[in-house]
């Protein structure tokens, strides 16, 4: 009998282990497969949508190089893929263009005309503040970055893309594969030169009217979001440097168009700055409409005479409405009473249609660094982004080092450092001088506010007895420093810092 009760108990007990161990697989097989068909769930915001729109968890996959980054930058990526950026949805931003005025903006203060201001320079110190608040650590080590030449910014885009907030605010540490240089702030400097190369070649960019630049449509969505976080990161060094100071922060030559850099700021874009994009557009389509007798006028030179004006994008070639401005867009006729809507519905296709998912995703990435908050202005953002490339040579030499090693004859090494000012103010153009700035420092700008006297380590030129007169100067840029041989013939200097310039730019085994 005990035997019997025995193996009734040890069956009943096999019995129920086996279901519980059943059960258990099962709830790993289900959760297993939910994460293998399943994005995260994001915690999307909308502003101002009349649109629910949500994101399609089982249409979106999160591509592979995303695999193992922060959350938010996850999030920045799908928000992209829909066209929605985190302050804004990118399908109606009527709230972010202003259509009630014509007039410009002579009012403001030309921040990157004129340098900087008291303003600029506390709303950098507010930005500051709420980073250290939020997330900045100072014990952080900056991210390592192993970029290859030609290809800087795809080499490295999954390095940023994973990279932690924290990490990329700390800064990079940058260096080139197969090449000796260590970063001490010159790798870095060069490294974002050749992303801005390699932009060009990709033609991430386009060159709109003014000279600057708006989002292709062609640009790939994950180098974009990169892009956009590395821009994020430039701004904020350059933040910190210019409220509190220190070394100068490296830039980025990406010229911006004011439409663009306004979106990134969550700034108002106002009719006039279509003008700066293109001034043909503004001029036949937005300021028309807003004049008098405008819509009468618009009408006729689309050749609309017997048809009504609808809110719908006119093919400029053949007068035909191509696409709606909004869903009715059709069946929407413009009057007077609603021709400001119009105005602003014609400046946000333009600028967007084809780009909406490319432009959220530059915006993402910038605001995944950044935060959303309207702290910095497009001015502010542009000045931190690119730095100042118009160079006062007075400026320049007072805040200029002279190092003359005992060994040299002092009355040679005033001769040498005569011809090489003489040669800066005669023969090299402000590009040239801009080169050679790149050249000795890596950056072919200056850090805010634009002025020699913000460098640092300061330029410094050493009259380098060691190089043979044949020799090309040669620089150093982690410390801003440009070794010149002992060379007082015009000419020669002349013809030596030019070959250097044309040939020596682009690989730190010649530094």
Same mark, same amino acid.
């Given at each position: 009998?005990?035997?019997?009760?025995?193996?009734?108990?040890?069956k009943?007990?096999?019995?129920?282990?086996?279901?519980?161990?059943?059960i258990?697989?099962?709830?790993?097989?289900?959760?297993?497969?939910?994460?293998?068909?399943?994005?995260?769930?994001?915690?999307?915001?909308?502003?101002?949508?009349?649109?629910?729109s949500?994101i399609d968890?089982?249409?979106?996959? $999160?591509?592979e190089?995303l695999r193992?980054?922060?959350?938010d930058?996850?999030?920045?990526?799908?928000?992209?893929?829909?066209?929605?950026?985190?302050h804004?949805?990118?399908?109606?931003l009527?709230?972010?263009?202003r259509g009630?005025?014509?007039?410009?903006n002579s009012g403001?203060?030309q921040?990157?005309d004129?340098?900087?201001?008291?303003?600029?320079?506390?709303r950098?110190?507010?930005?500051?503040?709420?980073?250290d608040e939020?997330?900045?650590?100072?014990?952080?080590?900056?991210?390592r970055?192993v970029?290859?030449?030609?290809?800087?910014?795809?080499?490295?885009?999954?390095?940023?893309?994973?990279m932690?907030?924290v990490?990329?605010l700390?800064?990079?540490d940058?260096?080139?594969e197969?090449?000796?240089?260590?970063?001490?702030?010159?790798?870095?400097?060069?490294?974002?030169t050749?992303?801005?190369?390699?932009?060009?070649?990709?033609?991430?960019?386009?060159?709109?009217?003014?000279?600057t630049? *708006? #989002?292709?449509?062609?640009?790939?969505?994950?180098?974009?979001?990169?892009?956009?976080?590395?821009?994020?990161?430039?701004?904020?060094?350059?933040?910190?440097?210019?409220?509190?100071?220190?070394?100068s922060?490296?830039?980025?030559?990406?010229?911006?168009?004011?439409?663009l850099?306004?979106l990134i700021?969550?700034?108002?874009?106002?009719a006039?700055?279509?003008?700066?994009?293109?001034?043909?557009?503004?001029?036949?389509r937005?300021?028309i409409?807003?004049?008098q007798?405008? $819509?009468?006028?618009?009408?006729q030179?689309?050749g609309?005479?017997?048809?009504d004006?609808?809110?719908?994008?006119?093919?400029? #070639?053949?007068?035909e409405?191509?696409?709606?401005?909004?869903p009715?867009?059709?069946e *929407?006729?413009?009057?007077?009473?609603?021709?400001?809507?119009?105005?602003?519905?014609?400046?946000?296709?333009?600028?967007?249609?084809n780009?909406r998912?490319?432009?959220?995703?530059?915006?993402n990435?910038? *605001?995944? #660094?950044?935060?959303?908050?309207?702290?910095?202005?497009?001015?502010?953002?542009?000045?931190?982004?690119n730095?100042?490339?118009?160079?006062?040579?007075?400026?320049?030499r007072?805040n200029?080092?002279?190092?003359v090693p005992?060994?040299?004859?002092?009355?040679l090494a005033?001769?040498?450092?005569h011809?090489?000012w003489?040669i800066?103010?005669?023969?090299?153009?402000?590009d040239?001088?801009?080169?050679?700035?790149l050249?000795?420092?890596?950056?072919a700008?200056?850090p805010?506010?634009?002025?020699?006297?913000?460098?640092?380590?300061?330029?410094? #030129?050493?009259?380098?007895p060691?190089?043979?007169?044949?020799?090309?100067?040669?620089?150093?840029?982690?410390?801003n420093q440009? *070794?010149l041989p002992?060379?007082?013939?015009?000419k020669k200097?002349?013809?030596?810092?030019q070959l250097?310039?044309d040939?020596?730019?682009?690989?730190?085994?010649l530094?």
């Open positions: 009998t005990d035997k019997k009760k025995t193996f009734m108990l040890d009943v007990g096999g019995f129920l282990g086996l279901s519980l161990l059943t258990m697989l099962g709830w790993l097989a289900v959760r297993f497969f939910e994460r293998k068909s399943k994005i995260p769930r994001l915690n999307v915001r909308f502003e101002e949508v009349n649109d629910k949500h968890e089982d249409s979106c996959n $999160i591509p190089a193992g980054a922060p959350s930058v996850i999030e920045a990526y799908m928000m992209a893929a829909v066209g929605t950026p985190l804004a949805n990118l399908r109606n009527s709230s972010f263009f009630t005025s014509i007039g410009g403001e203060k921040i990157i004129s340098g900087f201001s008291a303003g600029m320079i506390n950098c110190r507010a930005l500051c503040a709420r980073l939020e997330i900045f650590d100072p014990t952080e080590a900056p991210g970055v970029a290859k030449r030609r290809t800087a910014l795809s080499s490295t885009a999954q390095a940023i893309l994973r932690s907030r990490t990329l700390a800064g990079i940058a260096m080139f197969n090449e000796d240089g260590r970063d001490a702030g010159g790798v870095v400097k060069e490294y974002l050749e992303v801005t190369t390699e932009i060009q070649e990709l033609a991430l960019f386009r060159v709109v009217a003014d000279g630049l *708006h #989002i292709s449509e062609n640009a790939p969505i994950l180098l974009v979001l990169a892009l956009g976080r590395l821009i994020g990161a430039i701004v904020a060094w350059a933040a910190r440097r210019l409220a509190f100071g220190g070394t922060s490296p830039t980025l030559d990406l010229s911006l168009c004011k439409p850099a306004k700021a969550g700034e108002k874009i106002a006039t700055d279509i003008a700066s994009v293109d001034p043909e557009l503004y001029r036949t937005i300021e409409s807003r004049s007798n405008g $819509i009468h006028t618009l009408r030179a689309l609309l005479e017997n048809d004006l609808l809110f719908a994008w006119y093919d400029p #070639i053949s007068g409405p191509t696409e709606p401005l909004h009715q867009g059709f *929407h006729k413009v009057t007077e009473d609603n021709v400001d809507l119009y105005v602003r519905e014609t400046a946000e296709f333009y600028l967007l249609n780009v998912r490319q432009t959220a995703a530059l915006i990435g910038v *605001h995944s #660094i950044l935060g959303d908050a309207k702290i910095i202005q497009h001015r502010d953002l542009l000045l931190l982004l730095g100042v490339a118009n160079f006062d040579l007075i400026d320049w007072k200029t080092i002279i190092q005992a060994t040299v004859d002092t009355d005033s001769r040498v450092v011809t090489f003489s800066l103010n005669s023969d090299l153009t402000n040239a001088r801009s080169r050679l700035l050249y000795s420092t890596g950056a700008t200056l805010p506010p634009g002025t020699f006297a913000q460098l640092q380590p300061k330029f410094k #030129i050493v009259l380098d060691t190089l043979p007169l044949h020799h090309l100067p040669v620089a150093h840029t982690c410390f440009l *070794h002992l060379l007082d013939d015009p200097l002349s013809s030596s810092l250097a310039l040939h020596g730019l682009g690989s730190f085994g530094a």
